[in-house]
Structure formats: structure tokens, C-alpha cells
């Protein structure tokens, strides 16, 4: 956005700032309600940095085995499923920013665990299939909102229930980082409303 890096300052690092002129970022709209000319902004400024030398894959699966929480506690059987369907497991970490964006604007189907990684989704094309794998206690509509901001095709698979509850609440005190089982039925009927099994 042409800000020189040295002009950046994290808020958690310098709490307290005294300037002569300060830019500060401030939500677009209401929390998890990105607006559309925010969203139209951010791919305007974003998309002429994709460079065509980039990784690109028509299906992916982004992982978070890397993260702390909401990870895909079944992991090796949904990509024991999905690998012969041709889907490349991604980490996005790994990736720079304009190779995160060559990837969401190229692909035309992408499933992933709920997090951070599918903000990517406002660099994607009309018509992309976005499934979001959620726990059963934590389903958030924000990627939901960018779907339908820009033409998405958008599903959510919900993880199966804990059969245990005082234990879950021992494991997950927050619904934030309660990670996620896959009930691959579940999975397979999704893949078959898309038409891929």
C-alpha cells in the first residue's frame, strides 16, 4: 500500500504512540461482516501482484497441522480420500503473501479447516467451491460472507460431536481452539453435491 516498513507499528508492541499524523486500520463494517467495497479494494490493490510463476493447483486442501488450534485431528484419512481426487495439501505459512494469492485466485476448489488461511478466499474467482470444515461449537459465517460477497460456492462440513463433554470442556475451555474430527461421510456427501465422487 506503499507504507515504508519503518512507518508500520504493531499496537501490542507500542501501546502508547504520539504522532503528528497517525493512520490507524479499523474494522470496514461490523466484526465478521466484511463489506463489499472493502473486499472489492483488497482485490484491486492485491491481484496485479500474483505472479504467474507462482504454485498453482486447480484442488487444494490447506492444512493446519502446523497450528496450535483447530487442526484436523483425522487428517491422513481425509487426504487418503482426497489426494486420488487431485487435490494438493498446502501450507500456507510456507508461502509468501503474493503466492497465497496466485493460489486462492487460480484454484477452483478449495477445502481447508476454519482459520486465518481462508481470508485468501477474497482473491478467488466467481464460481470457486469453498468447504470449510468447522467444529460442532465454533461455526463462524465470515468466509460464508465473502462467498457470497463475490459469487462463491460455499459449504461447511461439521465435525462430529464430542461423545465425552466434561472431558471436552477440559480439552477445549474455549470453542476458539477446539479442534476438529471429520466424519468422512460427511465429507464424501459434500464431495458428492459438488459432483466429485
Known sequence: LGIPAHQILAADLHPF????????PS??????WVEPWALEFLRQQFLPLVSPKSPSYERIYITRRNAHHRRLLNEPAVLELLEPLGFRT?????????????????????????????TNTIFCAPE??????VAPSYIRHYYWAISHHLGLHHYFVTGVTSTCPPI???MYPSPLVEDIW??????????KQINLI
Do not use: C, M, R
Open 128 to 133: 470457486t467451491v469453498v468447504i470449510e470444515f
Open 168 to 170: 471436552h470442556q477440559l
Open 90 to 118: 498446502v501450507e500456507l505459512e510456507s508461502l509468501a503473501l503474493t503466492e497465497q494469492i496466485s493460489l486462492f485466485a487460480q484454484a477452483k476448489i478449495i477445502l481447508a479447516p476454519h482459520g486465518g488461511g481462508l
Open 17 to 24: 504512540i504520539q504522532a503528528e499524523h497517525l493512520i490507524a
Open 182 to 191: 471429520l466424519d468422512l461421510a460427511a465429507l464424501k456427501n459434500a464431495l
Open 27 to 32: 474494522f470496514s463494517g461490523h466484526l465478521g
